[in-house]
């Protein structure tokens, strides 16, 4: 049963140069390796240890401290059991994977990296559909997040021409009937009615980031000013 008295978490924004020892995320602070999340999920059914984000289990340093980013981030957006359940278990196999495979960082990550961890996935951890697609599905959005807002992830986008749908073959009775992607005709008459006749920046501005990066509304409005940085493409 769900207590109506748990206190909702209180999203700031990382910035440059704050001390992180500061900033607190439950019943503990950023710069731990176990954040305990129960004040924002006082469900009595739930053992303690249910109630704990551990980022012990990734190896290395650099795997911990892009975990503490994509949690404290999920955290402001999603209720904290969808959280644990990514940062417990999803993430583990993949960080685990790559220290075996020498995999240190993952700025040179590639598609042919990702092609290989699914085939080690099918064919030596021997997950279900479920499990692999849980597993790759989260690594496309930490990957989709981690180039916005600059973590340690692949500087190319190696979801590009395969998706993890795509990848697991998830054929979902309920995409019968799924809307159709926007013609490109009338997504270019979008466009220029947004660049040309809108009279508020911000929704322009909205529009053309949702447009370019599939970035959900909530995760624009989190977005602060000068974290998106031009690459050399333009």
Same mark, same amino acid.
């Given at each position: ?11 700031? #924004? =990382? ?23 129960? #004040?924002?999920?006082?469900?009595? +059914?739930?053992? &303690?240890?249910?109630?704990?984000? !551990? ?5 290395? %340093?650099?795997?911990? !401290?892009?975990? !503490? ?30 220290? @075996? ?14 092609? @290989?961890?699914?085939?080690? =996935?099918?064919?030596? &951890? !021997? ?8 597993? +790759?599905?989260?690594?496309?959005? =930490? ?8 973590? @340690? ?12 749908? %795509? ?15 926007? #013609? %490109? ?5 979008? =466009? ?32 602060? @000013? ?9």
């Amino acid at each position: 049963m769900q207590q109506s008295n748990a206190i909702k978490f209180d999203y700031k #924004p =990382l910035e440059p140069g704050m001390n992180h020892s500061q900033i607190r995320i439950g019943n503990s602070v950023y710069t731990d390796d176990i954040w305990d999340v129960e #004040p924002y999920m006082l469900d009595v +059914t739930l053992k &303690k240890s249910a109630k704990r984000i !551990k980022f012990t289990a990734f190896p290395r %340093d650099n795997y911990r !401290k892009l975990m !503490k980013q994509y949690a404290y981030y999920k955290l402001g957006m999603v209720k904290p059991r969808s959280v644990i359940g990514y940062v417990n278990g999803c993430f583990p196999t993949f960080f685990n994977y790559c220290e @075996e495979q020498c995999m240190f960082s993952l700025r040179d990550y590639t598609e042919s990296d990702m092609l @290989e961890f699914v085939d080690y =996935l099918m064919k030596e &951890k !021997k997950v279900t559909i479920r499990t692999g697609y849980s597993i +790759t599905s989260c690594l496309e959005e =930490l990957f989709r997040i981690g180039r916005i807002k600059g973590w @340690e992830v692949p500087e190319n986008d190696v979801f590009a021409l395969i998706t993890a749908k %795509d990848l697991w073959k998830r054929n979902r009775r309920s995409e019968v009937n799924k809307t159709e992607p926007i #013609p %490109d005709e009338i997504f270019d008459r979008i =466009l220029d009615c947004v660049v040309n006749r809108e009279p508020f920046r911000l929704t322009t501005a909205g529009i053309i980031l949702q447009s370019q990066t599939g970035l959900r509304i909530n995760e624009i409005l989190s977005l602060k @000013e000068g974290c998106i940085e031009r690459m050399a493409d333009g």
